[in-house]
């Protein structure tokens, strides 16, 4: 996903409380929702349609517990190119969104090109990941790892002004 500035309709006072209550509980009712933003539930209903048509809201799912599932290691991955032309970006674009293990992958300014964040069982899981995911993809010259000793702040919520 991109960071876009996508051209639609301003968004009120309203719209940014809606937003922000469904970022905290994305399973709430049409009728709790509208209670929180003291709005009629229709008028709820019609600002959560607009919202979600114009790409305000992406998506909705399930936050689940990394280490539950087999996956304690967090690690982030600077990967440099040999090479940086559009070819090789396409390339490696592709073959990253492939790899399951990756849950980010950015481009980036400054010394390296991609940053990755993925997820393993452990460190031999990561050494495997490293050697056959991520030195398999296209164009890499080098990479250099940071394992996640303890997290201090996670969160997918973004900061919306009321």
Do not use: W
């Amino acid at each position: 996903m991109t960071v876009d500035t996508v051209e639609s309709t301003a968004i009120d006072r309203i719209d940014r409380k809606i937003l922000a209550v469904l970022q905290e509980d994305g399973r709430i009712t049409n009728t709790d929702l509208a209670a929180r933003v003291n709005l009629s539930p229709t008028a709820t209903a019609e600002r959560f349609k607009r919202l979600m048509r114009e790409g305000y809201i992406l998506r909705f799912s399930a936050e689940l517990h990394p280490g539950k599932l087999g996956l304690g290691l967090l690690v982030f991955v600077e990967v440099k190119l040999d090479r940086t032309t559009p070819d090789i970006f396409d390339a490696f674009g592709r073959a990253v969104a492939r790899a399951s293990e990756v849950l980010e992958c950015h481009m980036v300014a400054g010394g390296f090109d991609y940053l990755i964040k993925a997820r393993v069982r452990d460190m031999a899981a990561y050494r495997a990941f490293l050697s056959d995911t991520v030195l398999a993809l296209p164009g890499v010259r080098e990479t250099h790892t940071y394992a996640v000793m303890e997290d201090i702040k996670d969160t997918h919520v973004l900061p919306i002004a009321r």
